[in-house]
């Protein structure tokens, strides 16, 4: 991850993003890095024969909306953030960075299907998989369980 993304990891922006909180109690930079390891690991493991590169920095860009979701007095605040912070997440990361077409199909289509159109590249159906099953995690605060319940050699 940290090959392919650091001047991700390292922007000030995306820094931020540990303040926000994305589900339970995961900041969006700490949910964001999870699922590129998520979605590398699937790569991996699966030999799906992705664009490492375009994989994981799609997935770290890919909740790169920069504010509280959960503000309710923010400007501009939508209860359907999960319909629009796809658009909100590319037109971020697109000032940010230079993406491939690629990384912008991933951050765009991340949310299918609320986001109804397909996406287009292997890389995005990864990270959209890696993001539904962290996300899933994250809400039940399956992510940390205590060690006692852990198999061993976790």
Same mark, same amino acid.
């Not at 030999?47 to 909740?63: P, S, T």
């Not at 609320?114 to 995005?124: L, Q, V």
């Given at each position: 991850?940290?090959?392919?993304?650091?001047?991700?990891?390292?922007?000030?922006?995306?820094?931020?993003?540990?303040?926000?909180?994305?589900?339970?109690?995961?900041?969006?930079?700490?949910?964001?890095?999870?699922?590129? %390891?998520?979605?590398? *690991?699937?790569?991996?493991?699966?030999?799906? !024969? @992705? =664009? #490492?590169?375009?994989?994981?920095?799609? $997935?770290?860009?890919?909740?790169?909306?920069?504010?509280?979701?959960?503000?309710?007095?923010?400007?501009?605040?939508?209860?359907?953030?999960?319909?629009?912070?796809?658009?909100?997440?590319?037109?971020?990361?697109?000032?940010?960075?230079?993406?491939?077409?690629?990384?912008?199909?991933?951050? %765009?289509?991340?949310? *299918?299907?609320?986001?109804?159109?397909?996406? !287009? @590249? =292997? #890389?995005?159906?990864?990270?959209?998989? $890696?993001?539904?099953?962290?996300?899933?995690?994250?809400?039940?605060?399956?992510?940390?369980?205590?060690?006692?319940?852990?198999?061993?050699?976790?």
């Amino acid at each position: 991850m940290v090959n392919h993304g650091r001047d991700i990891l390292n922007s000030k922006n995306f820094l931020s993003s540990a303040k926000n909180i994305q589900h339970a109690d995961i900041s969006v930079m700490k949910h964001s890095m999870k699922v590129a %390891y998520a979605s590398t *690991w699937m790569n991996r493991k699966f030999k799906l !024969k @992705c =664009r #490492e590169r375009d994989l994981c920095r799609g $997935a770290l860009l890919h909740d790169y909306f920069l504010y509280d979701w959960h503000d309710k007095t923010r400007e501009n605040y939508s209860g359907l953030h999960g319909f629009f912070h796809p658009g909100i997440a590319l037109k971020n990361a697109s000032r940010d960075f230079d993406l491939t077409d690629c990384e912008k199909d991933i951050i %765009y289509k991340h949310m *299918w299907p609320m986001t109804i159109k397909f996406p !287009k @590249c =292997r #890389e995005s159906w990864v990270v959209t998989v $890696a993001d539904k099953y962290i996300s899933l995690l994250e809400s039940l605060r399956l992510h940390n369980k205590p060690k006692k319940f852990r198999k061993k050699g976790k």
